[in-house]
C-alpha cells in the first residue's frame, strides 16, 4: 500500500501540520486523565464512577467509528478534519454548562461529544500518516506523531493545573480554560482548511482498481473481496488496537491514584502524569531511530510485546518501592505498539482503507473499557478500599493484553499472506 497522490518532497508540510494534530488530540486525552482523579472530588465519585470519565471520551469511538467512514468518503481527510475540530471545540464548550449546574451526566455528555470529534479526527490522520509516504517507513513517522502526541498528554495538566488544585478541586474554574481550548480548536479547524494537506489514496483505493498492476499482491489481495469483515488481519488488529488502547491509557488515567494510595496525599501529584509520558516518548525515540534500519516494524511489535509482559508481572510482584516505577517501563512498552500495529492490519485493503480505517477508530473504545474495568477491580479489593495491593492486583489486567499483541505480531497480521499463498497453489 503506497501513496499515489503525495510525492516525496511534499512530506515535510502535512508531517508538520499532522503532528500539530497529533499534539491536539494528546491534550483532549491528557486532559481526561487529569479530570479522572479531580472529578473524583468535586462529585464524590467511587474509584469504578470515576473512570465513567475515560469511558465517555471512548464510548464515542465504537459509536461513531463506522459513520466516520462515510464522512472521510464523501468529503476527504482533510475536510472531516475541519468538522472534527468544530465537533471537538463544541465538547469543550459544553464543560461551561456542566461545570456551572454542577452535573457529571452533563460533564460526561460533554466528554462524549469531544469523543466524537476526536473519532472523527484520529479516522482522518492515521491512515492519513500511514499512506502519505512508504509502507515500510509508516512506523517511523506514526512515531514522530505519537512524540507529539504524548508531549500533549505531559502538557495538558500542567496546563489544567494552571487553574484547578489538585487537592482542592472547584468546578467554577474550569470554566476559563475550557473557553480558551474550545477557542484555539476552532482556530486550528480554520489553519486546517487553509493548510497545503494534499489529499491522498491508499493502492488500490480508486475505483479503477481493476487496472492496477496485476502482478501487485496489494492489488491483488483486495480486489475480489467484497465485505470488510473478509480481512481477518485487519479485525484481528481491531481487537489489538482494542487491547492497546486500554492498556496505553491505564497507566494516566490510574497513576495519580496509584501514587496517592502508594505514597499518601503529597503535595503535586499531578507531576506523576508526566513521569508517565516520560516512558512513552522514549520508545517513541527508539522507534524513530531503528525502524526499518536495525529492526522491522513486525519485529519491534514482538519485542515490545515481551517488555510489556515482563513489566507488567514486575509491576504487580515486586514490592512497591520498585513496582511503582514499573509503570515507566510499562509506558516505554506501549509506546511503539501503535505505530507497528496500525500498518500491519490496514496493510493491503485497498478501496477498503477508510472503512477499515474506521474499524480500527473503533478499537479504541478499549481505552475506555479496560480502564473502567480496573477501576472497578481495585474497588473490589479490601472492602473498596484504595490500598497498594489492590491497585498492583488490578493492574493484572495487562498481561492478556499484551500476549494476545505478541500473538498478532507473530501471527495474526500474516494471515492475509498465507491466504494468498494458498490461493495461488
Given at each position: 500500500?503506497?501513496?499515489?497522490a ?6 515535510l508540510i502535512?508531517?508538520l501540520?499532522?503532528?500539530?494534530i497529533f ?5 483532549g ?16 465519585l ?16 465504537v ?13 476527504g ?6 468538522a ?7 465538547g469543550?464548550l ?18 462524549f ?5 476526536n ?29 507529539m502526541?504524548k ?21 467554577g ?29 491508499a ?28 480481512f ?7 481487537l489489538?488496537?482494542f ?10 488515567a490510574?497513576v495519580?491514584d ?19 509520558t ?7 525515540v ?7 534500519k536495525i ?5 519491534a511489535?514482538?519485542?515490545f ?13 515486586l ?6 516505577y ?21 496493510a ?27 477501576g472497578?477491580l ?8 484504595e490500598?497498594?495491593?489492590?491497585y ?34
Amino acid at each position: 500500500m503506497q501513496n499515489q497522490a503525495a510525492p516525496k518532497k511534499t512530506y515535510l508540510i502535512p508531517l508538520l501540520i499532522i503532528g500539530g494534530i497529533f499534539f491536539v488530540i494528546g491534550f483532549g486525552i491528557g486532559i481526561s486523565g487529569f479530570l479522572t482523579p479531580a472529578l473524583r472530588t468535586a462529585f464524590d465519585l467511587g474509584v469504578g464512577e470515576s473512570y465513567l470519565v475515560t469511558a465517555a471520551i471512548f464510548s464515542a469511538f465504537v459509536i461513531f467509528g463506522r459513520p466516520s467512514a462515510w464522512v472521510i468518503s464523501r468529503f476527504g481527510y482533510r475536510r472531516s478534519m475541519v468538522a472534527a475540530f468544530a465537533i471537538m471545540a463544541a465538547g469543550m464548550l459544553l464543560f461551561v454548562p456542566s461545570a456551572t449546574s454542577v452535573s457529571f451526566p452533563l460533564f460526561l455528555l460533554a466528554l462524549f461529544v469531544g469523543g466524537i470529534g476526536n473519532t472523527l479526527l484520529q479516522a482522518a490522520v492515521n491512515p492519513y500518516i500511514t499512506i502519505v509516504g512508504p509502507m515500510e517507513t509508516a512506523a517511523v513517522r506514526m512515531s514522530l506523531m505519537g512524540i507529539m502526541n504524548k508531549l500533549a498528554w505531559w502538557a495538558a495538566p500542567l496546563f489544567l493545573g494552571l487553574f484547578i488544585d489538585l487537592q482542592e478541586v472547584r468546578l467554577g474554574d474550569v470554566i476559563l480554560p475550557f473557553y480558551l481550548v474550545g477557542g484555539i480548536l476552532l482556530l486550528l479547524g480554520i489553519g486546517v482548511y487553509f493548510a497545503p494537506l494534499p489529499e491522498v489514496k491508499a493502492k488500490g483505493e480508486e475505483d479503477g482498481e481493476s487496472q492496477a498492476d496485476p502482478l501487485d499482491l496489494a492489488s491483488d489481495h483486495a480486489r475480489n473481496k467484497r465485505s470488510i469483515l473478509q480481512f481477518p488481519h485487519l479485525l484481528l488488529g481491531a481487537l489489538a488496537i482494542f487491547l492497546y488502547a486500554g492498556i496505553e491509557i491505564l497507566p494516566m488515567a490510574s497513576v495519580i491514584d496509584f501514587a496517592r494510595a502508594s505514597f499518601g496525599d503529597e503535595p503535586n501529584l499531578e507531576r506523576y502524569a508526566g513521569f508517565v509520558t516520560v516512558g512513552l516518548i522514549a520508545g517513541y525515540v527508539f522507534g524513530v531511530l531503528t525502524i526499518p534500519k536495525i529492526i522491522s516494524q513486525k519485529r519491534a511489535l514482538v519485542l515490545f510485546s515481551l517488555i510489556g509482559i515482563a513489566s507488567s508481572l514486575m509491576l504487580v510482584l515486586l514490592p512497591l518501592k520498585y513496582a511503582f516505577y514499573c509503570l515507566l517501563m510499562v509506558s516505554f512498552a506501549n509506546s511503539l505498539m501503535w505505530p507497528a500495529i496500525w500498518p500491519l492490519a490496514i496493510a493491503d485493503l485497498g478501496k477498503f482503507t477508510k472503512v477499515g480505517s474506521s474499524i480500527l477508530v473503533m478499537g479504541i473504545v478499549g481505552g475506555g473499557i479496560i480502564p473502567l474495568a480496573f477501576g472497578y477491580l481495585v474497588g473490589l479489593g479490601e472492602g473498596g478500599s484504595e490500598v497498594v495491593s489492590n491497585y498492583q492486583s488490578a493492574y493484572w489486567i495487562l498481561l492478556p493484553a499484551y500476549l494476545f499483541i505478541l500473538y498478532f505480531a507473530l501471527h495474526g497480521h500474516g494471515i492475509r499472506i498465507r491466504n494468498d499463498q494458498e490461493t495461488r497453489m
